[in-house]
């Protein structure tokens, strides 16, 4: 009764109750009682039970020997001798789980068809002795890989159902059993209708199985893994969101101490990786590799699955180095899957997988490092994976693209054709043999085509070149809109059409790329998985541009393009601030509908979000599938706002005639350079042009941007040599870029609106693309006496990261009762001196004075304290130091810890979270606070300057580098008396740029 009580409840300590009645029953029996051998067979399943329960080997040995002493203690015509050997047959099944021995499996398969062979046909028991002896076969097809055995698995469990009453309470684990046999057979042959089959065997499981009964976590288990397995044949991510759901509840239900939490760790670990796979959060992969952990930590070494937990990180570690590039991470990779290749019986069915998946990190490594040595293993290893991989096996296509793609690389390398012409067989095989709605088809395509574009451009047949663009087709066609591979296959097949001058198709393909780069569902990710994927694809939005220009469509059509693709995080934030307020007052119902989702999206998952008792982990998962419903439901939402009057372009890039009244206080000027070509749009209130800038060609860009970034870093020698080769850069950039603009506006008539005040300056906004967002267009000339062939003498310049943040900047109008908050860092904890600082707010604060300007100095000032106050002043001043960082959401301005005793970070990420009430300028006294070092990102935009903009503030001033603090200081100063003596006087904006354009050009004039 205890021992049922245990099966039905699972508390542990009715079964050591049960154990121990039966101890002490077997004890008082004599060695010649008939019933000493039902008693040996009562204890034996007891405390197999416990072994099931705790996992500790003793008590399976233990349960073995009485298993056997029942056994041989029950005459042969005994009606329960079938029952003694189908209880032996189990614990050798368990022993051989735990040890490996293939003879413990084949003592586990005779005993279960003794068992069969002596129960007659009618026999209640009778479905339970196939049900066991069908998992016996499959765990003998997992080691051994014959079909044969996998085929009697089925057969017994599909009779073992068949002959179960539907109220039976075993009826659940049978579903369930038959469900994982048909899975294993779907993992070997590639049948859909198997894992389907398997799926529904488990649901059945699972609904017939009360939720406290302890079966359930491994049914939760079982019916993940194979959602998982859908998930990776068909691609829907549905499916993925489902096996984690369904794992996680496994792994909640199993308790800590249990054997099988390692494995059910283990799945769900995949699971997350695989869903960083298709997501690309970061923080799924290290929830992957923390439960891959877990679960290697807690498999005992004599355990032949710790060969499958050393492999998972082996690929986990592996992904994580292509995400962070840390070494030590593709090192970690490569130790784990040896771990688990030296685990490996020669005969097992996984060698060939983990084979390959060690040559592939070889290759990785050679990458990286460039060892021709890593190269050579990551071929030996795949080929002789292939050799051991049966022609049909569904593994096979994948080995064969592995090879593909290292003959390839050993082509570039060493330029023997050979290697291209393998690399070219191999992926010609890999499709040949890749099911037709397989998901890796896309990515085959890909490779086959690039491999036929080299082929190409080494041997000239033009048939190679028509292939490729075939094949690139294919893989565009086979992978999804929203897949995030799709805007890399899309740019290979624009690059192949290109080369064969089919301008107009390689521009339609780029074009459908940008589109995918603002799609709705990156909102889904934090912002740095954001920043890395639109790394990626760094230079796609100008290389669109570029084609466009040259396919001969508008210049509007390619300004379009790069607003579509450049400052995307930046336009998510505008996004939501710029329009919401006109939708408020016209539609409430949809702008709450909109707004609703728009929080759900952009929510921070951290412990805020969590509901009382509830860990981060299940708060983090339940706020990431919430923000994907949301994301589906904001694209129905914006389909409706969109068909209201007047609504039609909400969150859509401007018309022509918008962006043109946007230049209405002067021409707004495009810098774009590229592989194709060098170009300017321009924006004036008449027209959107293009002018080719032959001088602006690629390789000048790259040489002259390269050298500007590293200006103003290291000693005195070096500054002095920049400064040397600054003027030419300079004088470059005005030859290829500033000076045709400007004689373009000139012949075109374009009046360059006058500034106010006298100033005879004209106003020009300047957006620099890719690599050109640090050029110094405001700077660009010939800077002798008296020479005029400069911007500084020609327009008051102000630089823009896109047209939609001019637009958005201009919300706010100059107003006359400024507020002002100085932040000042003469000494900064560990860091050095500024004391030019002091003078520098003493003359803003004297200038302040003088014009009636309320002004608020922080004396110690904390990042959280600035954060406040910023919301109650028109303008803030900050005289510290600046530091860019690679990920530049991290670059920040150092200020005091609350207690001032130490530094602190004002992160670029968390400015825009301040709401000021009427932000005019932030002025970053601070070195490289407009600077963004990541090239990958120059396209984003983000450095310290445009956080500012986006938190609201019409205007930043910033540098783009290192400054004196002297030079800093001075231009400050000067920048606050003319900006003070204006206030009150200009309109739309214009004494701050105003202000700053003296300012600069008084100190340029000393």
């Known amino acids: ?137 499959s765990t003998k097809f997992e080691r051994t890989g014959s079909l044969g055995d996998l085929q009697k698995a089925i057969t017994h469990g599909e009779e073992a159902l068949a002959a179960t009453p539907g109220d039976h309470p075993y009826g659940a684990a049978r579903h369930s059993n038959l469900g994982a046999t048909l899975y294993l057979r779907f993992a070997r042959t590639g ?166 998946n060690l040559g592939v990190m070889f290759s990785t490594r050679f990458g990286r490092i460039g060892d021709l040595d890593d190269l050579q293993k990551a071929i030996g290893c795949s080929e002789e994976a292939l050799v051991a991989t049966p022609q049909a096996h569904p593994r096979r ?15 570039k390398r060493t330029g023997d054709i050979c290697d291209l012409q393998k690399g070219i067989r191999h992926c010609e095989e890999a499709l ?90 990156l909102q889904l990710l934090r912002r740095d998985d954001q920043q890395h994927i639109l790394s990626e694809l760094s230079g796609l939005a100008s290389a669109a541009a570029s084609v466009a220009l040259q396919a001969g469509r508008e210049a509007y059509h390619s300004l379009k393009l790069l607003e579509l693709g450049r400052g995307i995080i930046m336009g998510f934030t505008i996004d939501s601030k710029s329009e919401e307020s006109d939708l408020k007052t016209d539609y409430k119902v949809e702008f709450d509908q909109f707004d609703h989702l728009r929080v ?17 982990g299940p708060c983090r998962n339940r706020t990431i599938f919430r923000r994907w419903e949301a994301v589906n439901e904001m694209e129905t939402v914006l389909t409706r706002i969109r068909a209201l009057p007047g609504y039609h372009g909400f969150l859509l890039p401007p018309s022509p005639e918008a962006l043109m009244e946007i230049a209405k206080n002067g021409p707004i000027v495009i810098f774009n350079s590229t592989t194709y070509r060098g ?37 005195w020698l070096k500054r002095s040599q920049d400064c040397s080769k600054m003027k030419d850069l300079l004088i470059w950039l005005w030859d290829a870029a500033v000076g045709p603009v400007f004689k373009d506006l000139q012949r075109s008539g374009t009046i360059i609106r006058e500034g106010a005040h006298g100033t005879n300056s004209k106003r020009i906004w300047w957006i620099g693309v890719g690599r050109l967002s640090i050029a110094p267009f405001h700077a660009a000339g010939y800077h002798s006496r008296r020479s005029t062939r400069n911007t500084l003498s020609r327009a008051i310049s102000t630089y823009i990261p896109t047209i939609k943040a001019l637009a958005y900047a ?71 130091h600046g530091v860019s960082d690679v990920n530049p959401s991290n670059s920040h301005l150092v200020l005091f810890t609350p207690d001032g005793s130490s530094a602190a970070k004002l992160l670029a990420r968390d400015i825009p979270n301040t709401v000021p009430l009427n932000a005019q300028l932030a002025y970053l006294s601070a070195c490289s606070s407009a600077k963004n070092p990541s090239t990958p990102l120059a396209d984003e935009v983000i450095h310290l300057a445009s956080a500012f903009q986006l938190a609201g503030f019409s205007h930043t001033l910033a540098n783009l580098w290192k400054t004196e603090d002297r030079a800093s200081s001075e231009v400050a100063s000067d920048f606050y008396n003319f900006l003070f003596q204006y206030q009150g006087n200009g309109t739309e904006n214009e004494p701050i740029p105003i202000a700053s354009h003296q300012a600069v050009k008084k100190f340029h004039d000393q």
């Open 1 to 137: 009764m205890l021992s049922a009580m245990f099966e039905r409840i699972g508390d542990l300590g009715d079964l050591q109750k049960s154990i121990k009645h039966n101890e002490e029953a077997l004890a008082a029996t004599p060695q010649d009682h008939p019933n000493r051998a039902e008693r040996h067979d009562n204890l034996a399943v007891g405390i197999w039970r416990r072994f099931e329960r705790i996992g500790d080997l003793c008590d399976l040995q233990n349960a073995i020997e009485h298993g056997e002493k029942a056994l041989a203690a029950t005459p042969q015509d005994h009606p329960g001798r079938a029952d003694r050997h189908n209880n032996l047959a189990v614990s050798f099944l368990a022993r051989f789980e735990r040890a490996g021995d293939l003879g413990d499996l084949q003592k586990a398969i005779n005993h279960s068809e003794e068992a069969l062979a002596s129960t007659a046909q009618g026999h209640p028991h009778r479905a339970g002795i196939r049900n066991n002896l069908g998992n016996m076969f």
């Open 191 to 356: 049948d859909l209708g198997d894992l389907r089959k398997a799926i529904k065997h488990c649901e059945e499981a699972l609904s017939t199985s009360p939720q406290d009964h302890p079966g359930c976590a491994n049914r939760h288990n079982n019916i993940g893994a194979m959602f998982s397995a859908l998930f990776e044949r068909m691609g829907d991510l549905d499916d993925l969101q489902k096996a984690i759901k369904h794992s996680e509840e496994g792994l909640a239900a199993t308790p800590q101490d249990h054997p099988d939490a390692a494995a059910r760790h283990s799945n769900l670990g995949v699971m997350f990786y695989r869903r960083f796979d298709q997501i690309g959060e970061l923080c799924d992969l290290q929830k992957a590799i923390r439960h891959s952990e877990d679960a290697l930590a807690t498999t005992p070494q004599d355990r032949p699955d710790r060969a499958d937990r050393h492999n998972n990180l082996g690929a986990m570690f592996s992904t994580r180095f292509q995400r962070m590039g840390d070494l030590c991470d593709l090192h970690k990779a490569i130790e784990h899957t040896e771990e688990a290749l030296d685990a490996t019986p020669q005969d097992h069915p996984y060698l060939v997988a983990r084979k390959n």
């Open 397 to 411: 296509p994948a080995v064969h693209s592995s090879l593909g793609s290292m003959f390839s690389m050993r082509f």
């Open 432 to 521: 040949a043999t890749t099911p037709h709605d397989h998901p890796r088809r896309a990515a085959t395509h890909k490779y086959l085509g690039v491999m036929l574009g080299e082929r190409f451009k080494s041997i000239g047949d033009l048939g190679d070149l028509q292939k490729a663009i075939k094949h690139g087709g294919e893989a565009v066609a086979a992978t999804p809109q929203d897949h995030p591979d799709r805007a890399t296959v899309c740019t290979a097949l624009a690059c192949l059409l290109y080369s064969k001058e089919r301008f107009h198709e390689s521009s339609s393909i780029l074009e459908g790329a940008v589109g995918l780069m603002a799609s709705v569902n």
């Open 600 to 616: 759900q999206i952009d929510a921070p998952v951290d412990e805020m979000n969590c509901i009382s008792d509830e860990t981060l």
């Open 679 to 715: 170009d300017a749009i321009i924006v004036t209130t008449s027209a959107i042009t293009s002018l080719e800038l032959p001088k602006l060609n690629h390789r000048e860009t790259s040489h002259w941007m390269g050298q500007l970034a590293s200006f103003g870093e290291g000693g």
């Open 810 to 880: 201009r919300r706010t109008q100059f107003i006359r009762n400024l507020r002002l908050l100085l932040v000042p860092m003469a000494e900064t904890p560990g860091g050095i001196s500024l004391p030019g600082v002091t003078e520098e707010v003493q003359h803003i604060c004297d200038s302040a004075t003088r014009n009636s300007v309320e002004t608020t100095i922080l004396s110690n000032p904390a990042p959280a304290e600035v954060l406040k106050q910023i919301q109650n002043h028109d303008i803030v001043h900050f005289a510290c």
